[in-house]
């Protein structure tokens, strides 16, 4: 029996015997079969208690989050209230936003949003949810920061000494040992690929995962060190031991703790770092048109011409006869991650499927599950679209994940929050992605990707134009035959894709800021 039938089936029984054993209360008040006994009982005023005592002690396991996905006893949106109301210290839910945010539950904003405004919770953890709503677009709740700056507690970027010796330069990472090979091939690209002469390339892993992939690293790299199993002293007095000039952030994924082990090196963010804390990065690297200019209050700006680069997928090949051809009706296929979708995108969607007869929409994304499915077909339910034309790809690797592509006739994006590496997947196999322009705003986000490999065609100017765009494409069947020979040599020849031409730039900007320093 599956896991998730041995889950749901487990559920249940503990749903029976929090509803009819008598001696339910002989459990510990922090089991999950009093949670449920409560849960199930309308006038319990302890539900609320119990469903945070038992999230703080034991965490969100996977009956946790079938309570919350299919709402038992509780909805998410009244807990979530109940939480705000209190004002506490909120860095301890920080597991709870993550796992909402990355689930889509749109009730998470609104409680970030009481996050950032609370004076009893740290205001590192609130800059970080700031950063987080930024991408969420609740500009409400950000802007809140830009007026009411939060203090610092970091150094101003220090005069550096390098005249003896070559130009030190840190990356920090949990993603040097990961399994996953577009993010070796991107962490490989960026740090090695535009490498000079004069610099040496420290990394500091934050995770530990023995494996082929942190072989490559530790080979490549002047020096490896892996800060996973030791304590904060102990790192931080290997990391002052490095004298670090420069310290690179990655992906905005850095715990702020070990920023402060770098007082004495310049601090540097890339791919669309933000931070409402002065001198959390001393630098951001990006373009003009992508930096904000709220952002001059917090941090410089170091300009790049491209500032950011995909890895080229894997090879798979590109079947090219037309799904809709063999199955007499069109596929639309959506990759965005859950947590980007809203619900203006299952409104244009299902107004979508309603307009064009026999069309399906297929799911796939890395974190897809049953409660995931549960969530789609429902919104979709509820506005008339019958379950039998909702399909869902099951979970695989990156190649066979690839292949999926080789099922759908187009490709449908999500928005506000638009997609990156699904558009490169789609184009690189061969299909077109139609997506949405995002709306003007103070803050400057990064451009759709589309644009970069000259599709602004593709790209819809509100909800009604998505829909005839994908009505189109659905019908022309030699158009989209001809993409399946010309879009994977149009992504081989984009310069978003020249890892050494990024690593190039990076590195010449790099030795720019210690100049300047």
Known sequence: MSTVKSLIQNTIQLIGQAKYNLVVLEYPADSLETLFYHLLDPASEKKYELLEKYLLIKGIDETIML???????????SFLNWLANKDCNYEQWMPLVNCFNKYGFSEIFEFMGAIIKSTNTDSHFRSHVAAMQITNYCEYDWKILLSQKLPSEFSQAPKLNTKSRKLRVAFLSTKFASNYSSSQTLFQGIMFDGQVSDFEIYLFALKRHPDEYTEIYRKRADQYIDLSSLSDSESQDIIQKAQIDIVVDLLGTTPIKYWKFFEHSIRVGIFYARSFIKNYYHYIIAAKETFPDWQKDF???AVVSNDIFFPKPNPVEIKRNLPSATNKYVTFGCFSRIVKINRINFDTWATLLHETPNSHINFGFLQLDMTFKFLIIKEFRGRGIDASRIFFFDRTDSIDHLKKYNTIDVAIDSWPALSGVSVIDA???????????????????????????????????????????????????????????TLRQEVIDNPLTDSKKYSENLYNCLKKIADDN
């Not at 992605?433 to 759709?448: A, H, S, T, Y």
């Not at 009604?464 to 989209?480: G, N, Q, S």
């Open 67 to 77: 309570i919350f996905g299919l709402e038992i006893g509780i909805t998410r949106k």
């Open 299 to 301: 941090t410089k700006l």
């Open 427 to 485: 184009l690189w196999m061969g299909v077109p992605i139609i997506g949405m322009l995002p709306p003007p705003g103070p803050d400057k986000r990064p451009l759709p990707y589309l644009k970069y490999f000259g599709k602004e065609k593709w790209l819809a100017k509100n909800e009604r134009e998505y829909i005839e765009l994908c009505k189109y494409l659905a019908t022309d069947e030699a158009y989209r035959k001809s993409l399946k020979v």
